[in-house]
């Protein structure tokens, strides 16, 4: 005891010490405080950002999707929005009023989605809860699914894939019609949601949709006009398998129309009298999602002023003449690389979308492209009975599995492999 009070004694007799010690702890708590909260002069100009998400304000139309749609939602206003409201309803049946209204109010409560809100698309696609019928019918849903997760994935879109029954008397092709309803209220930072059906590849996986084409209409499918408005109409006029529709209020009154026509409504049998006589290649009697809506198109012009029919000669009837060129494709592509080396640069997957703005310009005289979108209509992969004027089982299989493979060669290019051969899924050679 007596030797602490020895070495203590110093201290107490020393104020030079005492002082020099006092200014000491003074300096380091300040350099501490200091660095935790740096005065304004002293931040760093630099924005540092985790790998994931990019600078808003660096972001521009060659910024992939991959990267575009990474945004931190830590940051947004935890107010009240529509769904504090217990009367909202993502049934359809159950209109939603001023919804272009509430989803401006929701993108100011969640200001880091207001960043090219106008871009933002999600995917909905979906098939049927239970098992399939055919053997190889689950395994072939598999790899449509993973189709479309791939393009998702390659461009940034959020997907939503769908197994269950919206509503229990919506089945069938009607099933699109409750999950489209069901994304455009759970995604209001999205401006469209893109239906596409479980049978329909992606065989172009650079594809980027021009919504900037799209700015006057709120509603945009495959077919021909003639065959809609003209004074023949067809029943096959749309493929309503591949729909972009905007996220708006027009949208739900347009779908709230539409459903009205489905066999969850009493009337559903009086429609499929209306639209048989209607529509004279119709030949099934009850009343289906395709005719229903050239039915609506036809007959209210607020719905046909808004709605973009991008031409397609042979909507639903055209993946038979398609797949047989894919070989052709292959070879077409491979040609362009051979002559322009820069193609053949090799890149990572997440700049796959803006290096595929590199072909654009050699793409523009080239006769036989990627078709964007093959759908294979009458196929029924999963109940495993093709409808005959579509093409034969054996045709079906062996169009689907060549489709599912050049899409997927797209893809394991980037990873160094491709398949030599679109009827043989399990071969794969290296890409040099």
């Known amino acids: 005891m007596a030797a602490d009070k020895k070495l203590l004694s110093p201290m107490k007799h020393n104020p030079l010490l005492i002082i020099f010690s006092s200014i000491s702890l003074i300096l380091v708590v300040v350099y501490t405080l200091r660095s935790i909260y740096p005065s304004p002069d002293l931040k760093p100009k630099i924005k540092i950002l985790p790998l994931w998400q990019t600078d808003p304000d660096a972001d521009s139309d060659e910024t992939p999707g991959y990267i575009r749609r990474c945004s931190s939602s830590r940051r947004d206003n935890p107010s009240k929005t529509f769904y504090d409201d217990r009367k909202l309803r993502y049934m359809v049946g159950k209109s939603i009023e001023n919804w272009d209204e ?22 909905v696609t979906g098939s049927q809860p239970a098992p399939c019928k055919s053997p190889s019918g689950d395994h072939v ?13 390659i461009h940034g879109y959020d997907i939503f894939y769908n197994n269950a029954m919206l509503h229990p008397k919506m089945t069938s092709y009607w099933a699109k019609i409750p999950a ?3 994304a455009m209220v759970a995604h ?48 096959l006029g749309l493929d309503t398998g591949v729909i972009y529709i905007r996220n708006c209020q027009w949208s739900m009154d347009f779908i709230e129309d539409w459903a009205k026509m489905g066999p969850q409504t009493r009337d559903y049998n009086r429609w499929g009298q209306i639209l048989t006589s209607t529509f004279k290649d119709k030949l099934m009697p009850d009343s289906d999602d395709q005719s229903a809506m050239i039915y609506l198109l036809r007959e209210n012009k607020k719905w046909s002023e808004k ?56 793409l523009k005289n080239l006769d036989n492209k ?27 299989r062996l169009g689907i599995e060549k489709a599912l493979n050049f899409a997927d060669n797209q893809v394991l290019k980037r990873f160094g492999f491709m398949h030599p051969n679109l009827l043989d899924l399990t071969s794969v050679v290296t890409v040099a």
């Not at 509430?102 to 999600?122: A, E, G, M, Y």
Request: aromatic share 10%.
């Open 102 to 123: 509430l989803r401006k109010q929701w993108l100011k409560t969640h200001p880091s989605f207001l960043h090219r809100s106008d871009k933002r698309v999600v995917v």
């Open 141 to 153: 849903l598999l790899r449509l699914f993973k189709n479309k997760v791939d393009y998702c994935r």
């Open 180 to 182: 489209i309803r069901s």
């Open 188 to 235: 209001p930072e999205a401006e469209w949601v893109w239906w596409v059906d479980s049978d329909a590849v992606f065989t172009d996986m650079d594809f980027v949709p021009s919504l900037e084409r799209f700015n006057n209409y709120n509603l945009v499918l495959g077919g021909s006009n003639d065959s809609v408005y003209g004074k023949n109409p067809s029943s």
């Open 307 to 362: 709605t973009m029919v991008e031409k397609n000669p042979k909507p639903n009837k055209n993946w038979s003449t398609l797949v047989t060129t894919l070989e052709n494709v292959t070879r077409n592509y491979q040609t362009l690389e051979r002559k322009f080396p820069k193609l053949r640069r090799r890149h990572a997957e997440v700049v796959g979308e803006s290096n595929g703005i590199l072909w654009d310009d050699h």
């Open 370 to 396: 990627r078709p964007t979108i093959t759908h294979f209509a009458g196929c029924e992969p999963c109940g495993g009975e093709s409808n005959s004027l579509y093409g034969g089982d054996e045709d079906c």
